[in-house]
């Protein structure tokens, strides 16, 4: 069975700074990943996909992630982060099959 | 593209009534939506698949009866929450995949979300 682990629940960090959000899964087959991004009240947005190919993939909002099949991680980072960031952040892996399975999610929190 | 519209936003309702929640994708067709619920803090937990034309798929340990999901269209799909709860209050959310059912490469996309409330 599929599992994400988001290692850090919270992640505190000063505007301007480089963040990295961490995220671990563990599959028995080929994944596809993905990383959502929930701000306050609101459902899901998508940041950014992993399907194949290149292992470095960028999204929206100048956010990137990079996917390492060995250590079978797909951290997400940002080299300058904003205000606007603050938000809960999901990492999710598919099988192939309809679902998706979700971290537990990671909030960031960016500080003046 | 690939907009997701739920409504209502917000609902509180009296306990024993009914509530029904619509999941409409705006620009594309969706064979399949999904339906989740998130506690406060919590990552969101998977409750059931709707499938077009067919009945819904539950996930272990929800009740059927008590969540009606109907998927009557290529775009709509409704989830009633029968005599309701305090229990029952949640944030929920809809999804919808764009693409062919058994491409999971495709990414779902999600609704803003209902906040019901049940007094």
């Known amino acids: 069975a599929q599992s994400v682990t988001q290692l850090d629940s919270q992640v505190p960090v000063f505007e301007e700074a480089p963040v990295e959000l961490r995220c671990n899964y563990s599959?028995?087959?080929?994944?596809?990943l993905f990383w959502y991004v929930q701000y306050p009240n609101q459902g899901l947005q998508l940041l950014l996909k992993?399907?194949?190919?290149?292992?470095l993939v960028k999204g929206i909002n100048g956010f990137e992630a990079e996917f390492n099949k060995s250590q079978t991680s797909f951290h997400l980072r940002k080299p300058s982060v904003h205000i606007s960031d603050t938000a809960e952040y999901f990492c999710?892996?598919?099988?192939?099959?309809?679902?998706?399975?979700f971290g537990q999610g990671t909030r960031l929190t960016i500080n003046p | 593209g690939a907009v997701v519209s739920q409504h209502p936003s917000w609902v509180i309702c009296k306990s024993g009534t009914s509530v029904k929640i619509e999941c409409r994708s705006l620009d594309f067709q969706a064979t399949t939506m999904f339906w989740y619920r998130q506690f406060p803090k919590q990552s969101l937990m998977l409750m059931a698949t709707?499938?077009?034309?067919?009945?819904?798929?539950?996930e272990q340990g929800v009740e059927k009866d008590k969540f009606l999901i109907n998927h009557a269209s290529l775009t709509l799909s409704t989830l009633t929450v029968t005599s309701a709860h305090p229990e029952d209050s949640s944030f929920y959310i809809c999804s919808a995949r764009d693409g062919d059912l058994f491409r999971g490469n495709q990414p779902q996309h999600f609704g803003d979300g209902t906040r019901l409330s049940i007094l």
């Open positions: 709707s499938n077009e034309g067919s009945k819904a798929t539950y």
């Open positions: 999710a892996v598919s099988e192939g099959a309809q679902k998706l399975v």
């Open positions: 599959s028995s087959v080929s994944v596809y």
């Open positions: 992993y399907l194949s190919g290149s292992t």
